[in-house]
């Protein structure tokens, strides 16, 4: 996945692959709602500790270059919050979002997502990618070293899984 240019370093990455039995542009347009990407953060599961977090996203639905979102939420009673934007997109080929400033989670800090989409066959192969640096918060440092990688894996995970449960139908 190719970055964009003026994107800072980030050193921490993980990403998942799939292939999807559908068209770029039918996984593109599934991909670009972002309320299908985000709804692993919108329910209560276990890597959340049983809570969740909301999602508020601007008029132009995360769908545009400059579009904005922000999820808020807690977990284990620590506020959480985090601001991003549409960095790159280019359907039905690739697109990418970043935080905007130092994001209040517990495990990761600032981090570039988005995915690239390829014909592969009659279908499409899907890459999913979270690039990312610990927070510059101790306790959020800490935690990231113990479970950061773990935390972005099921992150991306999730996502792909479930992109393929709903385009494989």
Same mark, same amino acid.
């Given at each position: 996945?190719?970055?964009?240019?003026?994107?800072?370093? *980030?050193?921490? $990455?993980?990403?998942? @692959?799939?292939?999807?039995?559908?068209?770029?542009?039918?996984? %593109?347009?599934?991909?670009?709602? @972002?309320? @299908?990407?985000?709804?692993?953060?919108?329910?209560?599961?276990?890597?959340?500790?049983?809570?969740?977090?909301?999602?508020?996203?601007?008029?132009?639905? %995360?769908?545009?270059?400059? $579009? +904005?979102?922000?999820?808020?939420?807690? !977990?284990?009673?620590?506020?959480?919050?985090?601001?991003?934007? !549409?960095?790159?997109?280019?359907?039905? +080929?690739?697109? %990418? #979002?970043?935080?905007?400033?130092?994001? /209040?989670?517990? !495990?990761?800090?600032? *981090?570039?997502?988005? %995915?690239? =989409?390829? &014909?592969?066959?009659?279908?499409?192969?899907? &890459?999913?990618? =979270?690039? *990312?640096?610990?927070? $510059?918060?101790?306790?959020?440092?800490?935690?990231?070293?113990?479970?950061? /990688?773990? *935390?972005? +894996? #099921?992150?991306?995970?999730?996502?792909? +899984?479930?992109?393929?449960?709903?385009?494989?139908?």
């Amino acid at each position: 996945m190719t970055a964009p240019a003026t994107a800072p370093a *980030y050193p921490l $990455s993980e990403a998942a @692959h799939a292939s999807l039995a559908v068209d770029p542009q039918r996984a %593109f347009d599934w991909l670009d709602d @972002h309320r @299908h990407l985000s709804s692993h953060m919108d329910s209560s599961s276990w890597m959340m500790a049983g809570s969740s977090m909301s999602t508020e996203i601007d008029e132009r639905r %995360f769908q545009e270059i400059g $579009s +904005r979102l922000r999820m808020k939420g807690r !977990v284990l009673g620590v506020p959480l919050e985090l601001d991003e934007q !549409v960095v790159v997109r280019e359907p039905p +080929r690739r697109k %990418f #979002w970043e935080t905007i400033g130092e994001p /209040r989670l517990l !495990v990761i800090g600032p *981090y570039r997502m988005g %995915f690239e =989409i390829e &014909t592969a066959g009659s279908g499409t192969a899907l &890459t999913l990618r =979270i690039d *990312y640096r610990l927070s $510059s918060r101790r306790l959020a440092r800490g935690l990231g070293l113990m479970l950061g /990688r773990a *935390y972005a +894996r #099921w992150c991306v995970r999730t996502m792909v +899984r479930d992109a393929q449960r709903a385009l494989q139908g």
